[in-house]
């Protein structure tokens, strides 16, 4: 993460109720962008203010002595509040970051892959949020599986880092969207978490896997020791990426090394040699062929698969012309959502309604828990949250991640169907493409289907082949080097 001033952007809002704990009652959080006249305001203002603490005035030793211990216990409490979840919540106030405004609009949500419509006209009141729409969401959202900063592990590596707080939300959203992966791979899509209902031994055993510990293998410390080649390292900030990377790395290493291995093929889309050429991204059907091959180590031509896509739409924002193919991403049954979020301030984005963005955020800081794999009546109250927060989605960092999970090659051929129909509605600018192999200049084309609902496709005619000789060049310069 940035410092608290270099990632500082402010909100409008109205409404009433707040909430600053991620199992507080529900209440809705949006942010907008405004001048960083403010943000430098306030930089200056807490700038003074830390000075004093630094402050070194001439005089007695009994002075500096009782100066001294003033001046420490200054620090002692101003290292409390920034290790706590307290300082999101002053950024949050005093930038305008967001605040609590329950939602008005009457636009069809889209949460991973799962419509709900929260129209006025359902609610006796002419209020969607009194919906059964808006409840369905609400339930959904809140079953999601929240990662967040934590403190109190045991050191990583070497390091003397006990925890993650300002460093590592990169890695807790990145783990937010594989263990939305796990969650449909074992449980499925529809799965919820019922309050007063036993949970499951499959739930616990997803919990017990991102522990913060080196005895599990999604743990912050074995991502840490993953990515040590693209760059992660205990107090340093990643890019997405890198850590798109790191997840390929470690299912890398568990199949060669581990008893046990990831539970699905990785597969990381890129573009002509690896993305060093610029250029959409290439979904190749055979590149993800052979990674199910390998991962089966030869005994099924298909397995399970999460496809990530790294991109980067922008220099210092995402340019306007990618923001509906984004925004459609979230209405495919594969989806997993994006990694994203502000600049420097890396959230797990899970669903959109017209111009905002729904995301979990990682940046509440909480103490170490330990789920036991057999432990089915443990507290897992710290790995959900109830706050619905939401931001414009054209405010997202530029560099971001998409991720979807295809369990089957059914699956995997409705998702190439749906990101050939985008990418053939893109203009030209798609955020990926599909094609049968990089060295054809065919593409697979979209499977003509026609929409019923949500969520439901007639299915019309099967995937075909066409040429899609794109103009040498065309829209390359909307693309940055990842």
């Known amino acids: 993460m940035k410092s ?31 001048t960083s006249t403010k943000a430098s305001l306030l930089s200056g203002l807490f700038v003074s203010a830390f000075s004093i603490l630094e402050t070194r005035e001439e005089g007695s030793p009994r002075e500096k002595k009782s100066a001294c211990s003033r001046v420490n216990g200054w620090a002692a409490t101003v ?22 405004n329950t939602t008005t609009s009457t636009g069809d949500i889209w949460l991973l892959g799962i419509c709900y419509k929260a129209s006025s006209e359902d609610s006796p009141h002419g209020d969607p949020v009194n919906t059964d729409g808006f409840a369905a969401f609400v339930e959904d959202f809140s079953s999601r599986i929240l990662m967040t900063y934590r403190k109190g592990f045991l050191p990583i590596g070497d390091s003397k880092y006990t925890s993650d707080v300002n460093w590592g939300c990169m890695l807790r959203s990145s783990q937010m969207l594989v263990a939305q992966a796990l969650v449909v791979h074992r449980l499925g899509r529809s799965w919820r978490k019922i309050t007063n ?34 760059g992660l390292a205990a107090g340093s ?9 790191t997840w390929e790395s470690l299912a890398r290493q568990m199949k060669d090394l581990s008893d046990e291995p990831f539970p ?14 610029g250029g959409a991204p290439i979904v190749c059907i055979e590149d993800v062929s052979r990674h199910c091959l390998d991962y089966s180590r030869g005994n099924a031509d298909w397995t399970s698969i999460l496809l990530l896509v790294p991109l980067v739409l922008g220099l210092d924002k995402v340019n306007p012309r990618y923001l509906p193919l984004l925004r459609a991403t979230y209405t495919f049954p594969q989806s997993l959502g994006i990694l994203g979020g502000k600049p420097g301030a890396s959230t797990y984005i899970v669903g959109v309604q017209d111009e905002m963005a729904f ?6 800081v909480q103490p170490v828990v ?33 991720g979807f999970y295809c369990r089957d090659k059914d ?22 493409t599909v094609a049968h192999s990089r060295s054809s200049s065919t593409r697979a084309s979209h499977c003509n289907k026609t929409v019923i609902g949500a969520g439901e496709f007639e299915e019309v005619d099967s995937c075909g082949m066409e040429s899609s000789a794109v103009a040498e060049g065309s829209h390359e310069d909307e693309w940055q080097l990842l």
């Open 411 to 432: 699956d995997f051929d409705d998702f190439c169907c749906r990101a050939s129909k985008l990418a053939d509605e893109s203009g030209g600018a798609p955020l990926f």
């Open 359 to 364: 995301y979990l955020d990682p940046h509440e």
């Open 370 to 402: 330990k789920i036991n794999k057999g432990c089915l009546d443990a507290d897992t109250s710290s790995y959900h949250c109830s706050v619905l927060r939401n931001f414009p989605l054209d405010s997202t960092d530029p560099s971001l991640a998409i």
């Open 79 to 100: 290292k409390k509040i920034v290790a706590s979840g307290s300082m999101r919540r002053i950024k949050e106030q005093m930038l305008g970051l967001s605040k609590s």
């Open 4 to 34: 608290f001033f270099e990632r500082a952007s402010s909100g409008k809002h109205s409404g009433t109720g707040s909430s600053n704990s991620p199992n507080k009652h529900i209440s809705s959080k949006s942010s907008e962008t405004k």
């Open 264 to 277: 699905m093929a990785i597969y990381i889309v890129s573009g002509d040699e690896d993305g060093e050429r």
């Open 237 to 245: 900030w990643v890019g997405p990426y890198a850590m798109c990377r």
């Open 197 to 230: 209902k036993q949970l499951e031994q499959d739930y616990i055993e997803i919990l017990h896997q991102f522990g913060d510990s080196d005895e599990s293998v999604f743990s912050i410390h074995k991502l840490l020791q993953s990515g040590a080649a693209y």
